[in-house]
């Protein structure tokens, strides 16, 4: 069983919208932010085992073309690893994110 989180600065949509276009790969509705590339960086530097857990890729390779990772950043994990899920919405949030938690349909927000 997997759970899923997904975080961003600004978007058009509400949470729920939101986060299901980041599962589809859908980014346009959010607003590149650098806080969201640092939130990244920070994010695999404290867990770097869920770096094949971290989407977008850092390489889309249907597009052969690098990913833009400044919009979104969505994590699946397996459920043995959400011990980490307060530490990581505490991290968004001091990084000024706001977010979806899918499994139990709430905002995270500020």
């Known amino acids: ?3 899923d989180l997904c975080f961003w600065e600004s978007g058009d949509g509400d949470a729920e919208e ?3 276009d980041a599962a589809e790969g859908i980014d346009h509705t ?3 932010s650098t806080r969201v ?3 990244r960086a920070e994010l695999l530097r404290r867990w770097p085992d869920l770096a094949d857990s971290v989407e977008p ?6 597009l052969e073309a690098p990913s833009d990772l400044s919009r979104y950043v969505l994590v699946t994990m397996h459920a043995s690893k959400s011990d980490r899920i307060p530490a990581m ?3 968004a949030l001091a990084y000024g994110l706001l977010g979806c938690d899918p499994q139990h ?3 995270i927000m500020r």
């Open 30 to 32: 959010f607003n590149a």
């Open 18 to 20: 939101l986060y299901e």
């Open 37 to 39: 590339l640092e939130f």
């Open 57 to 62: 890729p850092e390489f889309d390779h249907e």
């Open 89 to 91: 919405i505490d991290l």
């Open 105 to 107: 349909g709430t905002a």
């Open 1 to 3: 069983m997997s759970v």
